[in-house]
């Protein structure tokens, strides 16, 4: 069975500073590794998936597959990015469709 | 458009009841999937409806059933509440095939008391 680790439930970084949010995933397969974002009082959206290899709203993330790991960074972090951040997989590539296996969470707030 | 609506916004039942939440998808989108999700915990896939019938399942039990109308909508049921079936139930549609990405709903705040 599919499984997503975010071990970090809160991370707090200043205004400037760099940030990265980490997910490790298990699977057998080729699994493709997305990234949602839920801004406050707002619905959970997407916000990259590792095929597109696409950098949104300045956040990047590189799937590795020899550590199971897809970490979300981003250099220079805004007060805007403060939001809950879930990694989630789906069983196959191209599979943005398929049911999502969520890791729990992690909440990263920005300080000025 | 107003994205995938999902009705009601809350709902308070006792144990032993049975519920029916609603879903209806974003508008171009035929494949509904309906996820619940714990306090503190990420959304957990309960199953997925396309084409009228139940294409996948997650490892939910069956008290949880579905449904999806010709007009795409769907309906999530549980039967026989218990304390943990407590959660937010999100609603998410898209279109099958690959580079397609779900659109989530607001959610049902389900309490069961």
């Known amino acids: 069975a599919q499984r997503v680790t975010q071990p970090e439930k809160l991370l707090s970084v200043f205004k400037g500073a760099p940030v990265e949010l980490k997910c490790n995933y298990s699977?057998?397969?080729?699994?493709?590794l997305f990234w949602y974002v839920q801004y406050s009082r707002q619905r959970l959206q997407l916000l990259l998936r590792?095929?597109s290899r696409e950098s949104i709203k300045g956040f990047t993330a590189d799937l590795n597959k020899g550590e199971t790991s897809f970490h979300l960074k981003k250099p220079f972090a805004q007060e805007e990015d403060s939001a809950m951040y879930y990694c989630?997989?789906?069983?196959?590539?191209?599979?943005?469709?398929?049911?999502?296996?969520f890791g729990k969470g992690t909440h990263l707030i920005i300080q000025p | 458009d107003a994205g995938v609506t999902q009705s009601p916004t809350h709902l308070i039942k006792t144990r032993g009841q049975q519920v029916t939440l609603r879903c209806s998808p974003k508008?171009?989108?035929?494949?509904v999937s309906w996820y619940q999700q714990a306090l503190g915990q990420g959304p957990q896939f309960i199953f997925q409806?396309?084409?009228?019938?139940?294409?996948q399942r997650g490892n939910f039990p069956d008290r949880f059933s579905g449904h999806q109308f010709p007009n795409y909508s769907s309906e999530l049921n549980v039967n026989a509440l218990l304390l943990g079936d407590s959660a937010l139930y999100l609603c998410?549609?898209?279109?099958?095939?690959?580079?397609?990405?779900?659109?989530f709903g607001p959610g049902t705040r389900l309490l069961v008391l």
């Open positions: 590792h095929i």
């Open positions: 508008s171009g989108h035929d494949t």
């Open positions: 699977y057998s397969g080729s699994p493709e």
């Open positions: 409806y396309y084409e009228e019938e139940e294409r």
């Open positions: 998410a549609s898209s279109s099958p095939g690959p580079g397609e990405t779900q659109y």
């Open positions: 989630a997989l789906s069983r196959y590539s191209g599979g943005g469709a398929d049911g999502l296996t």
